[in-house]
């Protein structure tokens, strides 16, 4: 009963207001209850969803602005499409835990308690699974990290447990990465099919080829949240909680600014090189959400309480 009371509390939201075209609005997912969107600029939209349980991920699709939310306490992930106000369930998932958008078809893949699958683009069937074996059984599993490569379809999913591997876009194994001791910390992947991994645990940060070689191999304290930039291959990422680095695609340091006191959680919109920030604590020690510039000027901070996750969403589409 409480899932139809907001999912009809977020239909009438919709259908009363106007939407226009996808233009880098950032969805932020606040104390695992409420999805807030903001505008490019910062400013709150009137979008609100409310009244959800363990809300984990809120992901959009840059080229037409529909937003997949999943709800693990559920065992649901949402499609809502603004253009049309139409909100709907895809089939159940157990405990999704993360999304990556593939903006090139509006696929999308979940992770979820003990592997990762493929969704339709109108999210009403499960294209393709894949459940990893293996790895270090002491530490816990249903913490799997995935990332889509638009190009190809392709994906990279990292598990907890250790091993890093990558699949094709039917979930066909196709490459074995290097395994990390618990790659928590995210997975981004660039057009050109490399990937970025981060360990947190561990203070690892690697890159991988395509073919599984590792590329780099950097210490850097608590990574999280990776971001590439796909223009140039280069990568955002966390670094104490505090900290934000940006690493060339060899591992050069190029810069490093802090951008908050409690980070969880970052996204790149190489649209206008801006990039936003989740922080648990922010100037009111309450949340908040901030866009940075590339050369660490805080263009605006926005207080959103306890934010765990930010998206916005990049694809060039060549």
């Not at 990776?226 to 505090?242: I, L």
């Not at 090189?273 to 908040?288: K, M, Q, R, S, Y």
Request: hydrophobic share 40%.
């Amino acid at each position: 009963m409480k899932k139809l009371f907001w999912v009809g509390m977020l239909f009438v939201m919709c259908v009363a207001t106007s939407y226009g075209q996808y233009n880098g609005e950032c969805w932020v997912i606040s104390g695992g209850d409420t999805v807030y969107k903001l505008h490019a600029n910062g400013n709150a939209d009137p979008t609100v969803i409310p009244n959800l349980t363990q809300a984990s991920a809120a992901e959009v699709n840059p080229t037409n602005g529909v937003a997949w939310i999943a709800i693990s306490a559920s065992d649901a992930v949402f499609r809502f499409d603004q253009s049309t106000g139409e909100f709907t369930q895809a089939p159940n998932i157990k405990r999704p835990n993360m999304i990556s958008v593939n903006p090139a078809d509006g696929t999308v893949w979940v992770a979820w308690l003990d592997g990762v699958s493929k969704l339709s683009s109108d999210g009403t069937e499960i294209l393709a699974q894949v459940i990893p074996q293996g790895g270090n059984p002491n530490v816990e599993t249903g913490r799997f990290n995935v990332a889509v490569n638009p190009k190809d379809g392709s994906i990279w999913v990292a598990d907890a447990r250790g091993p890093i591997n990558r699949y094709d876009a039917n979930g066909t194994q196709i490459a074995t990465g290097p395994t990390m001791q618990e790659p928590k910390g995210g997975v981004t992947v660039d057009y050109d099919g490399n990937a970025w991994v981060a360990d947190s645990q561990f203070s690892s940060l690697i890159r991988i080829s395509p073919t599984g070689q590792q590329l780099v191999k950097l210490e850097i304290p608590s990574p999280t949240s990776p971001r590439v930039n796909p223009k140039d291959g280069s990568v955002w990422v966390v670094s104490g909680q505090s900290m934000l680095l940006n690493l060339s695609a060899d591992g050069t340091k190029m810069n490093e600014f802090p951008v908050g006191m409690a980070v969880v959680g970052i996204s790149l919109s190489p649209a206008d090189n801006g990039i936003w920030v989740a922080d648990l604590l922010g100037e009111t020690f309450t949340g908040e959400v901030s866009k940075y510039a590339t050369n660490g000027t805080k263009l605006f901070g926005n207080p959103i309480p306890q934010p765990s996750s930010v998206s916005v969403g990049y694809w060039e589409g060549n």
